[in-house]
Every structure is written in structure tokens, then in C-alpha cells.
């Protein structure tokens, strides 16, 4: 190997044979060289260390073999071994100089033993072979940082893609809830004009009848569509309650059905005697329609999709990560490709998604999971390559019977009774639609357009109010503030908040009567008598309100 042989430049007699020769009976490869232009020329063919009598210094070729020297890389300093003339420390200015220009030189005064030699020359080779190595290990650390900056960058501009994407489900959840909210104060007139209608039409014209209960089933669906986009921007007010499962499981199938495609076939069952689970209605609807459209991703050439609620215990094959009890479940599965174990480890990570760039944003399992977690309950996955995933979702059991489905009270409006209403929104579509619904029931309405306006009301004392019902999201002046403000100058008046989308969690907000938007003629009226009945119980909290 030329990196490990020795070179010897002795000139005078045979020193260099002698050299050569020593160095080789000891296990050293070594070659004799004439001069010092030879010396650099094999320098550069490749050698461990040379072996140079101080005479030799003194030729020609000194400087080309210094450049040499100075022309290495950073990782190696070339070891030279120089047999000095035995001056016993009295030596020229020159030969000192001659000496410095060689950088790492080690010094043999002569007359010297074989064995010291030999010693100086494997200790020379020793340090080349370090420097070898340090260079080889510099190689593999720049290749590894090559590759971890190619990795990093890799990483970085996946970083950077996803939070594209969560940017862009920002902006569009923010363009949702903003459309959603404007159409729900667009369906509030809509419905209310509509049973207004109904009224009015006698019983005697039929056709007139069917053609307002079908306008009104159409808006009840809208409604509820706006519901589902308000759910996507998180902008509903959450409400956990008691849910009737199977019944929700029923009205959605219809949705499921048209969201996925007919390619995939779509089970929907659930047990009989279900208990009520305690969650919000609408993070639940989006929680199931997020896993019914993941596992349409899985099934891209079809399959079957299953969707089954049934009770639960602790000690069931799917042990979950929650507190001892009876829970609803409720199970997504799919005949699709399936996970491997690494990716159904990450599963539920925010931002991983193992589709591509612009498909997906890897939020969807991850909000599943935090919806079951704040909901007191929990999320199961499994999955087998090529067989398909479940996922079992997991739901306290509530300790109340879900009440009936709204609808079954859309016709029983409840009584009027006498009394005046502040009636308060910034939307003058929807505040005369609304006051045309409580004028319709018996009541006294008094407009107001804006908060401000409604304190001047307030403030009129010959000016008999007997509840407040307000908008609550209006520039300047919210409908909270203006309870808060109204509870000051009217202590314990009833108030009712009407809402499109608002969470009302800050000051007397999470307290604070609402209803929300769009909402028919005998919601409104059976809100508002139920409060008025109870108006004395609602001075505690007006007072409250007041200190």
C-alpha cells in the first residue's frame, strides 16, 4: 500500500540501502529516492513518512518540496524524520531555517541505534495512519451532514407544505363559518314567514299546506346543512347532551351515502335498547362523517363501509383509556388497504397524513381524538394491511334520556303571553322577521338596531320592557354586554340571546339564555314564555350581573 511506505533520501555512500534495508527486515515497506525533486515527485504517488539525512536539505528542490508541504489539506501534516550531522547543538542560522520550513519534522542526531530508528519511523507511520483516519471520519461526518441537511430540508419543506395546508383549512373554515352564519340569519326570516304563513292558510286549502311543510322541511335541512359547516369552523356553540345515537346514526346515513360515492357500500345499524351518550351532537356528526370519508380514501377502487353502535364495557376485546363504566360505541370500519403498525402508531398525530400533498391535512383522526377525549371518552384504532381498519369511538353514557327530536315540536306553539319584548339585532332582515313572529304570538315589540340604541330604550324609564332579546354577535356592542349593561339599568329583566354560530364562554355568556339560529315560531315562543314564567327565578343572576 503507498500510503504505509517509508521513503529514505540519504545521498552519501550506502546509507540509503542500509536504510531501506533495515526498515524492511522490520516489517516496513521503504524505496530510496536520489534527491529531493524525486522525494516530492513520489510524495505525490502517495507515502506514510520520510527518512531524510540533513545533508540532503542543502541540494536543489528544497522549495518545491516545501510547496508540497504547504499544499496539503486540512487533515493532514505529511511526518518527516531528518538524521542531523551530530552538530551537538551548534548549527547555522541556515540549517535551522531549512528545518522550520519542513513543519512536522522529527529530529535524529547520528550516530544512532538501529532500534531507535526503527521506533522513530513506526511512530511517524502511526500518526500518518491517524491522520488517515481523521480524514476518512471527516468524510462520513460531511456525508452524514450532507445528509441530514438534505433530510432537515426534506422535513422543512414538508413543515412548510402542511402548514400551507392548515393555513388554507384556516381560511376556508373562516369563509365557512362567516357564509354559514349569514345563511343561518337568512333562514331565520325564511322559517318564521313560512309558519306565519302556515297559520294563515286555512285548513281547507290543502295544496297551499303541502307546499309550506315541504318549503319548511327544506329549510330544516339547509339549517341543518349550516349546522355541519359551522361544525367544520368550529364556530358552533357546544353543547355536550344527551344524544339518542341510533336516531343520529339514521339521519346521517342519507349524508354518509352521498359523501363517499357509490362505489362503497355503506351499513348502517345499531343496537336496540342504546343508551343515550353525553356529547355534542354536532362534533359527533362531524366526527363520524371525518371517519366515514377517511375510510372511502382507503377503499379507492370500492368496499364495504360499516358503521355500528353498540354499549360497551371496560372488559370488552377493545379495552379503553378511560374510567370504569358503560360506554356507547360506536364503530367505523372498512374493508380498505389498512395501516402497518408505524403508521397506525401516528395515526392520530396532528398533521400526519399518509395522503398526498393538497389531499389531506392530517387533522381529521386527530380531532376525532380530541373531540372523545374532552367528551370524557376515547378512540380506538386497529388495523391490518390489505384487510382494512376500525375505529371505535368511545362515548360516556348520559345519565338523562335524550329529549325528542325538535321537529316533533315545530306545531305546538305555546300560548302568548302579555308583555313587552326589546327586540335587538343589527340585521334588519331578520329583526323584522323575528318581530313579525312575536307580534304574531301576542306580544309588544319594540326594535332596536344596535346595542347602543337599546340602551337608550332601557334608559327611558316611562318605557315599560319586559324582556330583552338580543343578537348576540353585533358590531360595537355584543348581545352579552348589552344583557350585562341592561341587567344595570333594569335589574332583573329576562334576557334571551339569539346566536348564529357564537361560544359563549366569557362573562355571563356561558349562563346567559340562548337560541339558536335558524329557529321556528314555536321554539321562539315556548323560549320565551318559559323565561317570562320564570322571570323572578332569573333576578339572582341579573342582580349578579349588576354588582
Same mark, same amino acid.
Given at each position: ?15 540509503? +540501502? ?33 527518512? #531524510?539525512?540533513?545533508?540532503a536539505l542543502s541540494g536543489d528542490g528544497l522549495d518545491d518540496l516545501v510547496s508540497w508541504l504547504d499544499g496539503q489539506p486540512p487533515w493532514s501534516d505529511f511526518p518527516l524524520i531528518v538524521l542531523a550531522n551530530g552538530h ?10 531549512? &528545518?522550520?520550513?519542513? @513543519? ?17 519511523? @513506526? !511512530? ?123 336516531? &343520529? ?7 354518509? @351515502? ?13 343496537? !336496540? ?37 353498540? #354499549?360497551? +364495557? ?15 360505541? #360506536? ?90 319584548? &326589546? ?8 329583526? @323584522? ?14 326594535? +332596536? ?18 324582556m330583552l332579546v338580543s343578537d348576540y354577535l353585533m358590531p360595537a356592542m355584543n348581545g352579552a354586554d348589552l344583557v350585562m349593561e341592561a341587567a344595570k339599568l333594569r335589574p332583573g329583566i329576562a334576557a334571551l340571546l339569539i ?47 349588576? +354588582?
Open positions: 500500500m503507498s500510503d504505509a511506505r517509508v521513503l529514505v533520501l540519504a545521498p552519501i555512500g550506502r546509507d540509503a +540501502a542500509v536504510a531501506v534495508a533495515l526498515l524492511g527486515r522490520n516489517g516496513l515497506a521503504a524505496d530510496a529516492v536520489e534527491d529531493l525533486p524525486e522525494l516530492t515527485r513520489e510524495l505525490a504517488q502517495g507515502a506514510g513518512a520520510a527518512v #531524510i539525512a540533513e545533508e551537538k547543538g551548534v548549527r547555522s542560522p541556515r540549517a535551522f531555517e531549512r &528545518l522550520d520550513r519542513l @513543519r512536522n519534522v522529527v529530529l535524529l542526531e547520528r550516530p544512532l541505534h538501529a532500534e531507535s530508528m526503527v521506533r522513530a519511523v @513506526r !511512530s511517524a507511520l502511526n500518526a500518518r495512519r491517524r491522520q488517515y483516519e481523521a480524514r476518512d471520519h471527516l468524510a462520513r461526518s460531511r456525508e452524514e451532514l450532507e445528509r441530514l441537511v438534505i433530510e432537515r430540508t426534506r422535513e422543512r419543506e414538508e413543515a412548510l407544505a402542511l402548514l400551507h395546508e392548515a393555513q388554507k383549512m384556516e381560511t376556508i373554515g373562516q369563509l365557512t363559518g362567516g357564509v354559514a352564519h349569514d345563511f343561518n340569519n337568512l333562514l331565520t326570516p325564511v322559517m318564521g314567514s313560512l309558519d306565519l304563513l302556515r297559520r294563515r292558510i286555512g285548513p281547507d286549502d290543502a295544496r297551499s299546506q303541502r307546499l309550506v311543510e315541504t318549503a319548511l322541511q327544506a329549510s330544516g335541512r339547509a339549517a341543518t346543512l349550516v349546522q355541519r359547516l359551522l361544525a367544520f369552523a368550529r364556530r358552533q356553540d357546544l353543547q355536550p347532551r344527551a344524544v339518542d345515537v341510533g336516531e &343520529l346514526l339514521a339521519g346521517m346515513e342519507d349524508l354518509v @351515502r352521498r359523501s363517499i360515492g357509490p362505489t362503497v357500500e355503506v351499513v348502517v345499524r345499531a343496537q !336496540s335498547d342504546l343508551p343515550s351518550a353525553r356529547v355534542d351532537p354536532g362534533q359527533l356528526e362531524l366526527a363520524i362523517l371525518n371517519l366515514a370519508i377517511n375510510a372511502r380514501d382507503a377503499m379507492p377502487t370500492g368496499g364495504v363501509l360499516t358503521i355500528e353502535a353498540s #354499549i360497551c +364495557a371496560n372488559d370488552d376485546p377493545h379495552p379503553a383509556r378511560v374510567p370504569a363504566g358503560s360506554y356507547v360505541r #360506536i364503530s367505523v370500519s372498512d374493508t380498505g388497504e389498512g395501516m402497518d403498525e408505524a403508521t397506525l402508531r401516528r395515526a392520530v398525530e396532528p398533521f400526519f397524513s399518509t395522503k398526498g400533498l393538497g389531499k389531506g391535512t392530517g387533522l381529521g383522526l386527530s380531532m376525532v381524538h380530541g373531540m372523545a377525549a374532552q367528551s370524557g371518552g376515547d378512540l380506538q384504532l386497529a388495523s391490518t394491511p390489505l384487510v382494512g381498519t376500525r375505529a371505535d369511538l368511545l362515548l360516556p353514557v348520559a345519565d338523562e334520556v335524550a329529549a325528542p327530536a325538535e321537529k316533533n315540536h315545530y306545531d305546538a306553539v305555546a300560548p302568548a303571553r302579555s308583555g313587552t319584548v &326589546l327586540l335587538v339585532d343589527d340585521e334588519d332582515l331578520v329583526r @323584522r322577521g323575528t318581530a313579525e313572529m312575536l307580534i304574531d304570538l301576542g306580544y309588544s315589540v319594540i326594535q +332596536a338596531g344596535s346595542g347602543a340604541e337599546a340602551l337608550r330604550v332601557l334608559r327611558a324609564k316611562d318605557t315599560a320592557v319586559d346566536t348564529g354560530y357564537a361560544n359563549l364562554t366569557q362573562g355571563l355568556g356561558n349562563e346567559l339564555p340562548r337560541l339558536a339560529k335558524p329557529f321556528r315560531q314555536a321554539e321562539l315562543a315556548a323560549r320565551i314564555a318559559e323565561l317570562l314564567a320564570g322571570k323572578s327565578s332569573e333576578a339572582p343572576m341579573a342582580a349578579q350581573a349588576s +354588582a
